[in-house]
């Protein structure tokens, strides 16, 4: 094990809510990021990765536990870090040396000694000739490049990156990461390790050298290993593939504990005398976890076209060749999957996806008997359109407003989630004709059901059988 930079010892972050308790948003973790690491955390959206990349950072408080800096308390100081955003953030009105001048300004560095190092600073990440540029005449690579110069012209020990190619086209990302590995591996880079959040699977294995899988309700590491590839990576080589087939596996089926085959997995953290107990500080209040269930953020003709291609296919897919072949990553895959399986119309099992005769039924149905299928399903799977309908129906004017909703889903939601959940929640009801919405009075209102049409009406079971396992 290398020197460690940073340690999170036991650390948790919670949001209080009206009644005095607290939402858990990052269970007690426990994590090390050590010199000449490359360390990748995923997980799928919404389970907390930048809440813990910004507690990592010093740019948030944990609520719990002990954030260590070469072994010492931060105590409020601000680590030598920096970060490189998934969004550019860059200021529009600056040219591309003023904007990788900025740091160094605010560092209070004299202006010529400024100008020196983002001068170096650019011509290593290949921007000499953009000096004078605007962010508006650059392409998105090259905003990206002048990201990635803004963060390394302050030398950070430690270069922290959220999802920094996911704005990206394919081809863009895939270059900037193999000059990203060629600065790193030929230790052009002023910066001892990075930390790099993504919902990308092949990206991780391809530049980490560490790989942590982040589970969620709250966020908590699932699995966490060493990768022993050389570099440069062959995405096509078995172990390769195994890899990422693991992954996927530990992200789709987060009740399952999976096992790493020949993989080394990675020393706990030692904790300081008397243990988790001394380390982590005591709560005020309450905490609890989000135990209302979470939907996951998909729209009903991503879940139809999933079904569609998997009823066309024979029922069964690996997840792997799927999201290679639809040219998606795990996070615009996974929820899908995840709605899929909530509604009952499909099963992950052993890093496949097998459709269920519900699944079938869906795929074949048309548009209205879909709606009939789609509102059976969500009446009978989830709870918050359950809730929504119930009350709908025993309200004398059948209306009611969504206020309602928000405050139950703010009692098991931080507040971000409570708007994501609420958004999913009137897709899915409306196109199910639960109920309709004003959104202008922000009134939810009983609807009349979808009626299937005649040559279906009385048909309750798909024609085509289950695929076999």
């Not at 990592?56 to 970060?83: D, F």
């Not at 990635?148 to 900037?176: G, I, W």
């Not at 966490?224 to 990576?233: C, E, G, M, S």
């Not at 999201?323 to 998606?328: F, K, Q, R, S």
Request: proline share 6%; charged share 25%.
């Amino acid at each position: 094990m290398g020197d460690a930079i940073i340690e999170a010892v036991g650390i948790e972050k919670s949001y209080p809510q009206p009644d005095g308790t607290r939402i858990q948003v990052v269970g007690a973790t426990n994590l090390v990021i050590e010199a000449g690491k490359i360390v990748a955390l995923l997980g799928p959206s919404g389970c907390g990765k930048s809440t813990l990349l910004r507690i990592l950072t010093g740019l948030s408080q944990p609520s719990a536990g002990t954030l260590l800096w070469h072994g010492r308390p931060l105590n409020g100081e601000m680590p030598n870090v920096a970060i490189v955003f998934q969004s550019f953030a860059l200021f529009p009105w600056l040219t591309v040396l003023e904007n990788v001048e900025a740091p160094l300004e605010a560092q209070a560095v004299p202006a010529d000694e400024r100008h020196k190092r983002a001068m170096r600073t650019l011509d290593t990440v290949g921007l000499d000739g953009f000096e004078t540029a605007y962010p508006k005449e650059l392409s998105g690579g090259m905003k990206q490049r002048v990201g990635f110069a803004r963060a390394l012209v302050v030398e950070p020990e430690v270069l922290f990156m959220d999802e920094p190619f996911s704005a990206l086209d394919v081809l863009t990302a895939e270059n900037l990461r193999g000059e990203l590995m060629e600065l790193w591996l030929n230790k052009k880079m002023p910066t001892s390790a990075i930390f790099v959040v993504t919902h990308n699977i092949e990206e991780a294995v391809m530049l980490a050298d560490r790989i942590m899988v982040l589970g969620r309700n709250p966020a908590r590491i699932r699995s966490d290993f060493n990768i022993r590839l050389k570099h440069p990576r062959d995405r096509k080589s078995p172990r390769f593939v195994e890899l990422v087939d693991y992954i996927y596996k530990v992200m789709t089926e987060p009740d399952v504990e999976h096992v790493m085959p020949d993989a080394e997995t990675t020393a706990e953290i030692i904790l300081p005398p008397g243990g988790l107990a001394e380390a982590i500080q005591k709560q005020q209040a309450p905490v609890r976890t989000a135990k209302y269930q979470m939907l996951p953020h998909a729209r009903v003709g991503g879940i139809a076209g999933l079904l569609e291609l998997l009823h066309d296919r024979g029922g069964r897919e690996d997840l792997f060749r799927l999201a290679e072949e639809l040219v998606m990553d795990v996070e615009d895959l996974l929820p899908i999957l995840e709605a899929c399986v909530l509604l009952g119309f499909a099963w992950l099992k052993e890093g496949d996806v097998q459709i269920t005769p519900q699944g079938s039924a869906f795929a074949e149905a048309d548009i209205q008997q879909r709606k009939v299928l789609f509102r059976q399903a969500a009446l009978d799977h989830v709870m918050i359109l359950k809730q929504i309908d119930s009350i709908l129906k025993r309200k004398s004017d059948h209306s009611i407003n969504d206020e309602f909703f928000h405050d139950i889903l703010d009692e098991h939601f931080a507040e971000d989630e409570v708007l994501r959940q609420f958004d999913t929640a009137m897709n899915w009801g409306r196109y199910a004709e639960i109920f309709d919405y004003d959104r202008e009075n922000g009134r939810l209102i009983q609807a009349e059901p979808p009626v299937a049409s005649e040559n279906q009406a009385n048909e309750n079971q798909p024609s085509v059988p289950t695929p076999k396992s």
